[in-house]
């Protein structure tokens, strides 16, 4: 996996107002931890951090953290962002060491097209999205990619039946699934079941309608 190097600063204000005027000047307030070390507080400019999680590798991507000319390797571990605007208001950095496995998300991705199964009317379900893995920073895979084009009609892909790079290990189930395949829902069938629940519904409007004319009567009486 590609490095990429990220300068960061330190000696910033720490406390929401000054955190929050950093960002309304383009930076990202932050903190560096990990591998024994104190926490240090950091600043980054937003822009090539932003080019720095636009990698193939996402979130895992590898940073030579350059924090005042001292270099550490360097991790996301977390990114806080704003509920509404989205935008990123705080990042953790994870010191890692190139030799110690850590744990990560990884993403799945599925390739090619099911054409047995599109054949026979089925749909090919994806269940699980991202796979906890446990590697070294170097192999770590930016994606998990599943090929689903042998698939035919009732089979799936279980954890057992990923391609982890060499090294990679997870403590997933092996036996969770990743993929299923199964009939795709009758279009006629469902509107036939949603036109009967709609006259069900009518039904009870006009039982409705003639309680309320019953109890309209009864008053009257």
Same mark, same amino acid.
């Given at each position: 996996?590609?490095?990429?190097?990220?300068?960061? #600063?330190?000696?910033? !204000?720490?406390? #929401?107002?000054?955190?929050?005027r950093?960002?309304?000047?383009?930076?990202?307030?932050?903190?560096?931890?990990?591998?024994?070390? &104190?926490?240090?507080?950091?600043?980054?400019?937003?822009?090539?951090?932003r $080019?720095?999680?636009s990698? &193939?590798a996402?979130?895992?991507?590898?940073?030579?953290?350059?924090?005042?000319?001292?270099v550490?390797?360097?991790?996301?571990?977390e990114? =806080?962002?704003?509920?509404?605007?989205g935008?990123?208001?705080?990042v953790?950095?994870?010191?890692? #060491?190139?030799?110690?496995?850590?744990t990560?998300?990884?993403?799945i991705?599925?390739?090619?097209?099911?054409? $047995?199964?599109?054949?026979?009317d089925?749909?090919v379900? =994806?269940?699980?999205?991202?796979?906890?893995?446990?590697?070294?920073?170097?192999?770590?895979?930016n994606?998990?990619?599943?090929?689903?084009?042998?698939?035919?009609?009732?089979?799936?892909v279980?954890v057992?039946?990923?391609?982890?790079?060499?090294?990679?290990?997870?403590?997933v &189930?092996? !036996?969770?699934?990743?993929?299923?395949?199964?009939?795709?829902?009758?279009g006629?069938?469902? !509107?036939?079941?949603?036109?009967?629940?709609?006259?069900?519904?009518?039904?009870?409007?006009?039982?409705?309608?003639?309680?309320e004319?019953?109890?309209?009567?009864?008053?009257?009486?």
């Open positions: 996996m590609a490095e990429i190097t990220l300068k960061a #600063s330190t000696g910033r !204000e720490l406390g #929401s107002g000054p955190s929050k950093l960002r309304a000047d383009g930076k990202v307030p932050g903190v560096v931890y990990g591998l024994g070390a &104190d926490p240090v507080p950091v600043t980054v400019e937003w822009r090539p951090f $080019e720095t999680l990698t &193939d996402g979130l895992n991507v590898l940073i030579d953290l350059d924090i005042d000319g001292d550490s390797l360097c991790m996301v571990k990114l =806080q962002r704003h509920p509404i605007r935008n990123v208001l705080h953790d950095f994870l010191r890692v #060491s190139r030799d110690a496995a850590i990560v998300e990884v993403p991705v599925l390739d090619g097209e099911a054409r $047995e199964v599109e054949m026979a089925g749909t379900d =994806q269940l699980m999205h991202a796979l906890t893995l446990s590697a070294k920073p170097a192999d770590i895979p994606e998990i990619v599943v090929d689903i084009s042998g698939l035919s009609l009732g089979d799936h279980a057992a039946d990923l391609a982890l790079p060499a090294g990679a290990t997870t403590d &189930d092996p !036996e969770e699934l990743v993929v299923t395949t199964t009939h795709a829902v009758g006629e069938a469902g !509107e036939g079941e949603a036109e009967g629940g709609e006259g069900e519904s009518a039904g009870e409007g006009e039982s409705a309608g003639e309680a004319a019953a109890g309209e009567g009864d008053a009257e009486g």
